[in-house]
């Protein structure tokens, strides 16, 4: 469940992208979160808020909020320990580091938000499958 805001145009603007563009961010006081900032059209990005970041900060639709970020690079990878185990026991490791940086967070990131075991297990699975399917 999300919410979309709005990135203010002249951020847009700095940001210099008509892309997505990958952030740490902030919610009032929440914990950091790794977000893609997301393209419209019309030179505008919009944010997803997750609801457990919006009950974490108990902010509501209508309330004024404050709202930080920082780009990422999405070129720096931080390959988690049980997924790298994974992929090297399959022999897909080389077939994923192939794989588009943005694709290669995107996966990482789905892994890291899993709420129970086996759904991160499961997650591993799903990104070994997908190198499995490029392997030549």
Do not use: W
């Not at 457990?52 to 720096?76: C, H, N, P, S």
């Not at 931080?78 to 790298?84: G, H």
């Not at 789905?110 to 392997?135: F, G, H, M, N, S």
């Amino acid at each position: 469940d999300y919410c979309a805001v709005p990135v203010p145009a002249e951020i847009t603007h700095a940001l210099g992208s008509n892309g997505p563009v990958l952030v740490m961010a902030r919610l009032n006081d929440s914990a950091p979160f790794q977000v893609s900032l997301f393209p419209v059209g019309g030179g505008q990005h919009y944010i997803r808020i997750k609801a457990k970041v919006r009950q974490e900060t108990k902010a509501k639709t209508g309330d004024r909020v404050q709202l930080r970020f920082t780009v990422l690079d999405r070129a720096d990878i931080s390959i988690p320990e049980d997924l790298m185990n994974t992929l090297r026991a399959e022999g897909v490791t080389e077939v994923f580091a192939l794989l588009p940086p943005g694709k290669q967070n995107f996966m990482i990131r789905r892994i890291a938000e899993a709420a129970k075991p086996e759904t991160r297990t499961k997650r591993i699975q799903e990104v070994v499958e997908a190198a499995l399917q490029r392997k030549p």
